[in-house]
């Protein structure tokens, strides 16, 4: 698992809130005096006596009382809101709360209320808005009780993970009071309680009632049967989840009369929240009254029912026997698998078959437009192929009157038209903006990135009309969404000095917490590493041979004072790395030495924030650091790295993986002379090697629950790169089936993200140790990957930036970011070496290397 998707444990919705264009930490959301724009960004209150305590987080207020020593764990009550109800909620328990002295938390506002209950919040913690600790089982129920009198029956969404006393909103869960943490089978750290014998072990926090199988359920909590006689006589068997959000589930099934093939889609009220508070069951009711001004036109799902399940909404409408428009092109795209776009039969197929779902797709939308209707939310996972090419369109939640004046709080980012106002009615306009944006993304499916910035869709245009033989009836469709499109004269194409120039222009020198706008790692773990905060930034500039101002420098120097974390990726080591380059070398080997004394009985054996990141800056501080760095390498096939879901249990590649690790050994082969230190690195490759799985197109990928990736941080990039250093090295690791494996898997001209560790830029820097390896001659696939970056950027004041994590937000960091792809970028040009402590030779694109061929 990619260090990267580790962060998806929290919340990051709520790293969206403080800034549209870049993540922030939503502590620094305006709270005492709203802006105009967001008014629900203003804090509840509360008043608390004098001697009370509390602490605010980015989601959480915490009160305590005098000397509180509650206990580490046990039955606490979780009380559910709704924005109508929540000021009353709130002052209903603080005020039990603050009588009885039971220390309590709150969400911090009424936005971030939305955000936590919103449509794709994580449906283990949805629907919590008060938290009361109870110290035993005596005050807690007597302030259930208490609180039943006061606010029972209240709305309030139900929350999956707890046991729901009587009618709500109160509800009860087994779980942690304080903050203790453990690994879970993943290798992500979560919260934790304490087993009998003190083993901390995983807090589970699924949506659905999950008891440790030591504690004993008090009589008074009745966990409520699910209605199975409810279930069996609603007429449908529920045969299989399709799909899970907050708001719901949808459920392929079967009518019990007669066998019919149906869908059955689920809402929860007061629940799946979008930016105006309207709830699940609101918009259900919503696409009901749309499916039936609809019926009988072509590719709208027959509607067949609707009823009611244990205070859930479902309507009921004819399965399509058809895959999402989002998975027909993951399959057929020939972009997404080496060849392209050389296979000129493969595009032209591609070509013929796309259009013709756009002349289908145009005809069921001009026909909606007939019936007086607009659809509002057309997107690749909402539009239907089957196998003859017949299209559907379903999700009919935000359908609506053309001119009606509906407030729209969701849309799906890239095919969503930008709204001036809240007030602004629904037109056809809406849905031609999304058959637009769907014109576009059939060929370059990356259109995010048009959300941020709309003028780049010419060189977007560019490239598939540059790939694809696309007729001017296309160009028109696109054109109707984002206007005009220029000449290719008019093109802007990207250039390290671009990227730089927005570099220097993001930097904020006046905060504490970071230097330039990047990635949630910054916010989760600190925002001076190097993966994802100033010290990567930094080293990327100098690394390019551009000036970095005094003032950056003694920045970085004295935040790293701050840092817990040690490791090269993630803390002191990294930035003694980048305060080296920027000419500190005092304040560096200080660092070092210190991240080296914590790391020298580390159990963590990877390059992102353990043994093998901190050996390779002992050995390329020289002298003693070498010796230190042996010491370091002794016992490390014994350590650890992450956990994941692959065949090996563990992750694979360069950051999380034993590839990193293998890179660290074959250094300390070059540097010491002792080839053992080669054969460990070659067991470490092998580990990951094992992890792979063949792609259709015969590509080596890292498979992990289904899913294969090719990247440098977890993936075969990764692998690629352990292996180009070993090849230097004399040692060939792959045979050649692995190594045209790898490469292929390299080469697909589809790829997301644009970053160094889960992107593009991470492939090109493989592609170029494999040619500097003598491997393989990837030339031609870098020249692929390099122009491909025209389309990533975004125009940032003078200059252009690249999007991070998931296309969402600017990132100027080197894991994610600007910072990394034009530290790319600029090698690929001169030869520089592109990432910490791998130092490269000449430009990739002027040699050929000379190494040992691949073993047969």
Same mark, same amino acid.
């Given at each position: 698992?990619?260090?990267?998707?580790?962060?998806?444990?929290?919340?990051?919705?709520?790293?969206?809130?403080?800034?549209?264009?870049?993540?922030?930490?939503?502590?620094?959301?305006?709270?005492? %005096?709203?802006?105009?724009?967001?008014?629900?960004?203003?804090?509840?209150?509360?008043?608390?006596?004098?001697?009370?305590?509390?602490?605010?987080?980015?989601?959480?207020?915490?009160?305590?009382?005098?000397?509180?020593?509650?206990?580490?764990?046990?039955?606490?009550?979780?009380?559910?809101?709704?924005?109508?109800?929540?000021?009353?909620?709130?002052?209903?328990?603080?005020?039990?709360?603050?009588?009885?002295?039971?220390?309590?938390?709150?969400?911090?506002?009424?936005?971030?209320?939305?955000?936590?209950?919103?449509?794709?919040?994580?449906? @283990?913690?949805?629907?919590?808005?008060?938290?009361?600790?109870?110290?035993?089982?005596?005050?807690?129920?007597?302030?259930?009780?208490?609180?039943?009198?006061?606010?029972?029956?209240?709305?309030?969404?139900?929350?999956?993970?707890?046991?729901?006393?009587?009618?709500?909103?109160?509800?009860?869960?087994?779980?942690?009071?304080?903050?203790?943490?453990?690994?879970?089978?993943?290798?992500?750290?979560?919260?934790?309680?304490?087993?009998?014998?003190?083993?901390?072990?995983?807090?589970?926090?699924?949506?659905?009632? =999950?008891?440790?199988?030591?504690?004993?359920?008090?009589?008074?909590?009745?966990?409520?049967?699910?209605?199975?006689?409810?279930?069996?006589?609603?007429?449908?068997?529920?045969?299989?989840?399709?799909?899970?959000?907050?708001?719901?589930?949808?459920?392929?099934?079967?009518?019990?009369?007669?066998?019919?093939?149906?869908?059955?889609?689920?809402?929860?009220?007061?629940?799946? *929240?979008?930016?105006?508070?309207?709830?699940?069951?609101?918009?259900?009711?919503?696409?009901?009254?749309?499916?039936?001004?609809?019926?009988?036109?072509?590719?709208?799902?027959?509607?067949?029912?609707?009823?009611?399940?244990?205070?859930?909404?479902?309507?009921?409408?004819?399965?399509?026997?058809?895959?999402?428009?989002?998975?027909?092109?993951?399959?057929?795209?020939?972009?997404?698998?080496?060849?392209?776009?050389?296979?000129?039969?493969?595009?032209?197929?591609?070509?013929?078959?796309?259009?013709?779902?756009?002349?289908?797709?145009?005809?069921?939308?001009?026909?909606?437009?007939?019936?007086?209707?607009?659809?509002?939310?057309?997107?690749?996972?909402?539009?239907? =192929?089957?196998?003859?090419?017949?299209?559907?369109?379903?999700?009919?939640?935000?359908?609506?009157?053309?001119? +009606?004046?509906?407030?729209?709080?969701?849309?799906?980012?890239?095919?969503?038209?930008?709204?001036?106002?809240?007030?602004?009615?629904?037109?056809?306009?809406?849905?031609?903006?999304?058959?637009?944006?769907?014109?576009?993304?059939?060929?370059?499916?990356?259109?995010?990135?048009?959300?941020?910035?709309?003028?780049?869709?010419?060189?977007? &245009?560019? /490239?598939?009309?540059?790939?694809?033989?696309?007729?001017?009836?296309?160009?028109?469709?696109?054109?109707?969404?984002?206007?005009?499109?220029?000449?290719?004269?008019?093109?802007?194409?990207?250039?390290?000095?671009?990227?730089?120039?927005?570099?220097?222009?993001?930097?904020?020198?006046?905060?504490?917490?970071?230097?330039?706008?990047?990635?949630? *790692?910054?916010?989760?773990?600190?925002?001076?590493?190097?993966?994802?905060?100033?010290?990567?930034?930094? /080293?990327?500039?100098?690394?390019?041979?551009?000036?970095?101002?005094?003032? /950056?420098?003694?920045?970085?120097?004295?935040?790293?004072?701050?840092?817990?974390? +040690?490791?090269?990726?993630?803390?002191?080591? @990294?930035?003694?790395?980048?305060?080296?380059?920027?000419?500190?070398?005092?304040?560096?080997?200080?660092?070092?030495?210190?991240?080296?004394?914590?790391?020298?009985?580390?159990?963590?054996?990877?390059?992102?924030?353990?043994?093998?990141?901190?050996?390779?800056?002992?050995?390329?501080?020289?002298?003693?650091?070498?010796?230190?760095?042996?010491?370091?390498?002794?016992?490390?096939?014994? &350590?650890?790295?992450?956990?994941?879901?692959?065949?090996?249990?563990?992750?694979?590649?360069?950051?999380?993986? /034993?590839?990193?690790?293998?890179?660290?050994?074959?250094?300390?082969?070059?540097?010491? @002379?002792?080839?053992?230190?080669?054969?460990?690195?070659?067991?470490?490759?092998?580990?990951?090697?094992?992890?792979?799985?063949?792609?259709?197109?015969?590509?080596?990928?890292?498979?992990?629950?289904?899913?294969?990736?090719?990247?440098?941080?977890?993936?075969?990039?990764?692998?690629?790169?352990?292996?180009?250093?070993?090849?230097?090295?004399?040692?060939?690791?792959?045979?050649?089936?692995?190594?045209?494996?790898?490469?292929?898997?390299?080469?697909?001209?589809?790829?997301?993200?644009?970053?160094?560790?889960?992107?593009? &830029?991470?492939?090109?820097?493989?592609?170029?140790?494999?040619?500097?390896?003598?491997?393989?001659?990837?030339?031609?696939?870098?020249?692929?990957?390099?122009?491909?970056?025209?389309?990533?950027?975004?125009?940032?004041?003078?200059?252009? +930036?690249?999007?991070?994590?998931?296309? %969402?937000?600017?990132?100027?960091?080197?894991?994610?970011?600007?910072?990394?792809?034009?530290? =790319?970028?600029?090698?690929?040009?001169?030869?520089?070496?592109?990432?910490?402590?791998?130092?490269?030779?000449?430009?990739?694109?002027?040699?050929?290397?000379?190494?040992?061929?691949?073993?047969?």
């Amino acid at each position: 698992m990619s260090v990267l998707r580790q962060a998806r444990g929290a919340n990051l919705d709520l790293f969206l809130l403080a800034d549209p264009l870049h993540f922030d930490d939503p502590l620094r959301l305006p709270t005492a %005096s709203p802006d105009a724009t967001n008014p629900r960004a203003r804090e509840y209150e509360i008043a608390l006596p004098e001697a009370w305590a509390s602490a605010t987080g980015r989601e959480w207020r915490t009160a305590f009382p005098p000397s509180w020593e509650g206990p580490a764990q046990g039955w606490k009550i979780h009380v559910a809101a709704i924005p109508g109800t929540a000021q009353r909620v709130l002052d209903v328990a603080a005020a039990h709360c603050v009588a009885h002295g039971i220390a309590f938390k709150y969400l911090r506002s009424e936005l971030v209320l939305l955000v936590c209950g919103a449509k794709y919040a994580a449906r @283990g913690s949805s629907g919590k808005f008060v938290t009361i600790y109870p110290r035993d089982e005596t005050e807690l129920f007597a302030t259930l009780d208490a609180l039943e009198d006061r606010i029972g029956g209240l709305d309030g969404p139900s929350i999956l993970s707890d046991i729901r006393w009587r009618e709500g909103p109160l509800h009860v869960r087994y779980g942690a009071f304080v903050e203790r943490w453990c690994e879970d089978e993943e290798g992500r750290r979560v919260h934790a309680i304490a087993a009998p014998d003190g083993t901390l072990v995983p807090d589970r926090r699924h949506p659905y009632v =999950v008891i440790p199988e030591w504690v004993e359920v008090p009589d008074r909590l009745r966990i409520a049967e699910q209605g199975a006689a409810e279930l069996a006589a609603c007429g449908y068997v529920f045969e299989e989840a399709l799909h899970f959000s907050n708001a719901g589930g949808v459920y392929r099934g079967r009518r019990v009369s007669d066998g019919l093939a149906v869908v059955l889609k689920e809402a929860r009220p007061h629940a799946g *929240l979008d930016g105006f508070a309207t709830d699940a069951v609101t918009r259900l009711e919503r696409e009901r009254r749309a499916h039936e001004a609809l019926a009988g036109v072509e590719g709208v799902p027959e509607l067949i029912d609707r009823m009611h399940l244990g205070g859930h909404a479902f309507l009921v409408s004819a399965h399509v026997d058809a895959e999402t428009l989002q998975r027909w092109v993951a399959k057929r795209h020939p972009g997404v698998r080496a060849g392209f776009p050389g296979d000129r039969v493969a595009v032209e197929c591609y070509a013929r078959d796309a259009l013709e779902i756009l002349r289908r797709l145009t005809g069921i939308v001009d026909a909606l437009h007939g019936r007086g209707w607009v659809h509002g939310d057309l997107h690749p996972a909402n539009v239907l =192929v089957d196998a003859a090419g017949r299209l559907s369109v379903v999700d009919f939640e935000l359908a609506a009157r053309a001119g +009606a004046r509906v407030p729209v709080g969701l849309g799906c980012p890239g095919f969503a038209r930008p709204r001036r106002d809240r007030d602004e009615p629904v037109g056809e306009h809406d849905d031609h903006y999304a058959v637009g944006a769907l014109a576009l993304w059939l060929f370059l499916p990356i259109a995010i990135v048009l959300s941020a910035d709309p003028t780049r869709a010419r060189e977007h &245009a560019a /490239w598939a009309q540059e790939h694809f033989a696309l007729p001017p009836e296309w160009r028109d469709l696109v054109e109707r969404a984002y206007g005009p499109l220029s000449s290719p004269a008019a093109l802007v194409r990207v250039t390290p000095t671009a990227l730089v120039r927005a570099i220097r222009a993001s930097c904020t020198p006046d905060r504490s917490d970071r230097l330039f706008p990047g990635d949630v *790692l910054q916010y989760l773990e600190n925002g001076r590493q190097f993966a994802a905060g100033a010290a990567g930034v930094l /080293w990327s500039l100098r690394r390019m041979g551009e000036r970095v101002p005094q003032t /950056w420098i003694d920045w970085l120097s004295r935040a790293a004072s701050d840092v817990g974390e +040690a490791g090269l990726l993630d803390g002191r080591t @990294g930035i003694a790395v980048a305060l080296a380059a920027c000419g500190r070398a005092d304040r560096a080997i200080s660092l070092l030495d210190s991240a080296a004394e914590e790391l020298s009985a580390s159990t963590d054996a990877t390059l992102y924030s353990g043994r093998a990141g901190i050996g390779l800056a002992l050995l390329d501080a020289g002298g003693a650091g070498r010796e230190r760095a042996v010491l370091l390498a002794e016992g490390i096939l014994d &350590a650890r790295v992450p956990a994941a879901a692959t065949s090996t249990g563990q992750a694979a590649g360069l950051i999380d993986g /034993w590839s990193g690790v293998a890179v660290f050994l074959a250094a300390l082969a070059a540097a010491t @002379g002792d080839e053992r230190h080669l054969d460990d690195a070659q067991r470490c490759i092998e580990r990951d090697l094992r992890a792979c799985a063949a792609g259709p197109d015969g590509a080596l990928l890292v498979e992990e629950r289904g899913i294969l990736y090719p990247y440098l941080a977890h993936g075969s990039a990764g692998i690629a790169v352990a292996a180009a250093r070993l090849a230097a090295a004399g040692r060939c690791v792959l045979s050649e089936e692995q190594l045209r494996g790898l490469v292929t898997a390299l080469s697909p001209a589809i790829v997301i993200e644009p970053g160094v560790f889960d992107g593009r &830029a991470g492939m090109i820097l493989a592609l170029d140790e494999l040619d500097r390896a003598g491997l393989a001659d990837t030339r031609a696939l870098v020249r692929m990957h390099v122009r491909a970056f025209d389309a990533y950027a975004i125009t940032y004041r003078d200059g252009f +930036a690249m999007l991070g994590r998931g296309l %969402s937000r600017v990132s100027m960091d080197y894991a994610t970011g600007t910072a990394g792809v034009a530290a =790319v970028l600029s090698s690929v040009q001169t030869g520089r070496g592109a990432f910490p402590l791998l130092d490269a030779g000449a430009p990739v694109m002027a040699r050929r290397g000379t190494a040992p061929r691949a073993r047969e």
